[in-house]
């Protein structure tokens, strides 16, 4: 398995307060990413990184910041939690060489939102 | 728009009956088609990568091929540890993969 942690795995929060998911990696790739999976939606992109201090937005962005300060953490943070940011809120990493790109996913965040 | 279908959503199987679990695509710029099992309450696990027109890959009962326009991940004589969701996922010219919604299998003893 690919060296990928994600803390906390389960939460419950109030509407309105904000919230910090993380992901850490021990495979040093330079790319990492967060994602949110909802019935009927499939895995959408929320942000990524491409390097420290180095995101981008991906689809659904709206409401959510990120943060990479060692390219071994990658923080997702919810400014103001909302119900429809429920969840369950997967990070991913990659290393494109070559022609290898696949991305590999670590165990979820189940994020409730009251 | 760029749009990844997969079919069926749901797929119920006897342990040992072959089939076929569909991934079609509308996307220029392919740079690669990826396959994920699920499993429940866990993040998706890597299965294959396939980036040309008629390239096949296999790991144990399952078979990966790709044409122009689709996907297909074939299972042979499947086993009641092979039930998960399977996602297929495609690479444009970026690093953003675009997800398919998944099939649903369970197979049954």
């Known amino acids: 398995d690919a060296g990928i942690t994600q803390s906390p795995r389960h939460k419950v929060t109030e509407t309105g307060t904000p919230v910090t998911l993380r992901c850490h990696q021990t495979e040093n790739h330079r790319y990492m990413y967060w994602y949110r999976q909802d019935p009927g939606h499939g895995l959408r992109l929320i942000h990524y990184?491409?390097?420290?201090?180095?995101?981008d937005k991906g689809e659904v962005s709206d409401g959510y910041s990120v943060s990479r300060s060692k390219t071994e953490d990658f923080l997702l943070t919810l400014e103001s939690a909302t119900s429809s940011q429920t969840s369950v809120y997967f990070c991913?990493?990659?290393?494109?060489?070559?022609?290898?790109?696949?991305?590999?996913f670590g165990p979820g965040t189940r994020l409730t939102v009251t | 728009e760029d749009q990844v279908t997969q079919s069926p959503e749901a797929l119920r199987l006897q342990e040992g009956e072959s089939s076929s679990l569909n991934c079609s695509y509308t996307?220029?710029?392919?740079?690669?088609l990826f396959w994920y099992r699920q499993d429940p309450g866990k993040g998706p696990e890597f299965l294959f990568t396939?980036?040309?027109a008629g390239e096949e890959k296999e790991k144990e009962r399952l078979k990966a091929t790709l044409t122009k326009k689709e996907s297909f991940l074939h299972i042979t004589a499947p086993k009641p540890e092979d039930s998960a969701t399977y996602l297929c996922a495609v690479q444009k010219n970026t690093d953003k993969l675009i997800f398919g919604t998944g099939t649903r299998l369970q197979v049954f003893p």
């Open positions: 396939l980036y040309s």
């Open positions: 991913a990493i990659s290393d494109p060489t070559g022609s290898s790109y696949e991305q590999y």
């Open positions: 990184s491409y390097g420290v201090k180095d995101t």
């Open positions: 996307v220029s710029g392919l740079r690669g």
